[in-house]
């Protein structure tokens, strides 16, 4: 079945420093790929996604590259800040069952002042 | 406009007993899901619902059901409670039924069961 592997936590980072969390996945087809942010006490937030092979998603300086090659999509940062401390979460879903996400097991960031 | 609203955000039962949350989407959304979220399990996919029809259902036992109510609204019903069912329950709502729509989660409802 689907599985997603992500890079295991916790992280700790000092501000302004790059971050990549690393992300691969096992799907069959072709499946979308998301991450999503976790704030304490919170749902889960859409941080970033592509659909396809090749796809660049991006957002408040997050980045992430779909490569099929790999079967990976690694969550880069070149400059993280205090307020990026949360919890992050790669996912997959399979095309027509878009609201059935497979999530990886979660990435603890802290960055400190 | 107004996000996925869960209640209640926190409850405390004790085995044996059942339990119902509710799920309200955000407006003009029509597929709800449900997501278990465990410190051990992380996060496990429970069921969907579409236009009142569950449409898919993860791996859980029969004790856990939902619905979903002509409005979009949703429920999950939790009977005969264990202490391993202590978990965040996340609600998520999207747009469409199929195509890479993105789901919107809810704050959760979290639940201790004693």
């Known amino acids: 079945g689907d599985s997603v592997t992500q890079m295991e936590g916790p992280v700790t980072l000092s501000e302004e420093a790059f971050l990549t969390i690393n992300c691969t996945y096992t799907?069959?087809?072709?499946?979308?790929l998301f991450w999503y942010v976790q704030y304490p006490g919170e749902g889960l937030q859409l941080l970033l996604k592509?659909?396809?092979?090749?796809d660049k998603g991006s957002n408040k300086g997050f980045e992430a590259t779909y490569r099929k090659e790999t079967t990976s999509f690694h969550l880069e940062k070149g400059s993280v800040q205090v307020s990026d401390s949360a919890v992050y979460f790669c996912?997959?879903?399979?095309?027509?069952?878009?609201?059935?996400?497979?999530f990886g097991s979660g990435t603890q960031l802290t960055v400190l002042p | 406009k107004a996000g996925v609203t869960q209640t209640p955000r926190y409850l405390i039962k004790t085995r044996g007993q059942q339990v119902t949350l509710s799920c309200s989407p955000i407006s003009g959304h029509r597929s709800v899901s449900w997501y278990q979220q465990t410190p051990g399990q992380g996060l496990q996919f429970l069921f969907e619902?579409?236009?009142?029809?569950?449409?898919n259902k993860g791996n859980f036992p029969g004790r856990f059901s939902g619905r979903q109510f002509s409005n979009s609204r949703s429920e999950m019903n939790v009977s005969t409670l264990e202490l391993g069912d202590s978990a965040l329950y996340l609600c998520a709502s999207s747009r469409d039924r199929d195509g890479a729509n993105v789901l919107t989660f809810g704050a959760g409802s979290r639940l201790t069961v004693l």
């Open positions: 619902y579409f236009s009142e029809t569950q449409r």
């Open positions: 592509a659909t396809k092979a090749d």
């Open positions: 799907a069959t087809g072709y499946p979308s």
């Open positions: 996912a997959l879903s399979r095309s027509g069952s878009a609201r059935q996400l497979t």
